[in-house]
Nanobody, 116 residues
Framework: QVQLVESGGGLVEPGGSLRLSCAAS????????MGWYRQAPGKQRELVAM????TNYADSVKDRFIDRDNAKNTIYLQMKNLKPDDTAVYYC?????????????WGQGTQVTVSS
């Protein structure tokens, strides 16, 4: 079974930084696209950034950087200059060729709260 486990969320003051991590584990052959979405209270889930050989960032995203470590099956989201509007649950997403076939996987989410 494939799992995505996020970490690194928390409470940060406006202007601060956070680095989220997402590690894939389980029985799989290969990870293709891997990236991040977020869902703010009362809003739909939206793309932050997705990496699949290159990184596609959402137009509304600034000061966000993806770093992917294929040897560790891990992707990171570095966020700088955070604003209260960045408060959301951040979800890791990946397209993975598991031993039982191709699938789209989600992590459980990590809460990011930007507040003074």
């Amino acid at each position: 079974q494939v799992q995505l486990v996020e970490s690194g969320g928390g409470l940060v003051e406006p202007g601060g930084s956070l680095r989220l991590s997402c590690a894939a584990s389980g029985s799989f052959v290969r990870i293709y696209a891997m990236g991040w979405y977020r869902q703010a209270p009362g809003k739909q889930r939206e793309l932050v950034a997705m990496h699949n050989g290159w990184t596609n960032y959402a137009d509304s995203v600034k000061d966000r950087f993806i770093d992917r470590d294929n040897a560790k099956n891990t992707i990171y989201l570095q966020m700088k200059n955070l604003k209260p509007d960045d408060t959301a649950v951040y979800y890791c997403n990946a397209n993975i060729l598991a031993t039982r076939g191709m699938g789209d996987y989600w992590g459980q989410g990590t809460q990011v709260t930007v507040s003074s």
